[in-house]
């Protein structure tokens, strides 16, 4: 899949080449007519699913009325870069009306444990992900140890002060300095880890808007 995210001038463009889509009748199929309800809440159902090529999945039904396009969207992509003993891992979707995501199925363990009282620990680790990725594409840099170093700068309350020396070179003067003072502001914001809320992906994109908006 491919996903395009647009910020003023700025086109980031991410590719996931080992996330499936799902046709609405492959996952109507796989869930034997979408019987086989695990559970079901304010979250949205959950079913178990077999796939003809194998797969035993958890298939996460979302309202289309819950999230918007481009959020299920970053989300998604976010997710697929994940790798992480405590996040599952996401197999594929499905973006019609009705929205679904693919994840493996657990053996051991409540899928409540897993897709719902991990939903906090799950969105910190790709909110966290995000920031990082900001500061790689304004920097230039792809750091090991989760880009401890960038963010430990980027959490710096002097950090404004060294950000043209870390601004990668190959960018030159191509770009709207109040937008790059904004990405990194995000950055910030997602890397942040001081017990408090993490920033949402509803957010993410209402910030982003609102930059856009406003420069």
Known sequence: MSFHLFIGDLTVGIFSPFIREYKLKEIQRATKGFSTIIESDSHGTV??????DGLIAAVKEFRASQQGKDAFFMELELLSRM????IIRIRGYS???HRFLVFDY????SLKEHLHDDVDQRCRHVMFQFGVLILELITGQSLGNDGEELVQWVQKSSFTHSMYEMI?????????ERE?????ALAR??????GKSVISISQVLRY???????G
């Open 47 to 52: 079913y178990k699913a077999w796939f003809p």
């Open 83 to 86: 790798h992480h003993l405590h």
């Open 95 to 97: 973006a019609g009306h």
């Open 106 to 109: 657990m053996e051991n363990g």
């Open 168 to 176: 990668d070179v190959d960018l030159g003067n191509g770009y709207n």
């Open 180 to 184: 790059l003072r904004s990405l990194l």
């Open 189 to 194: 914001l997602c890397t942040k880890n001081d």
């Open 208 to 214: 982003l808007q609102r930059r856009v908006i406003e």
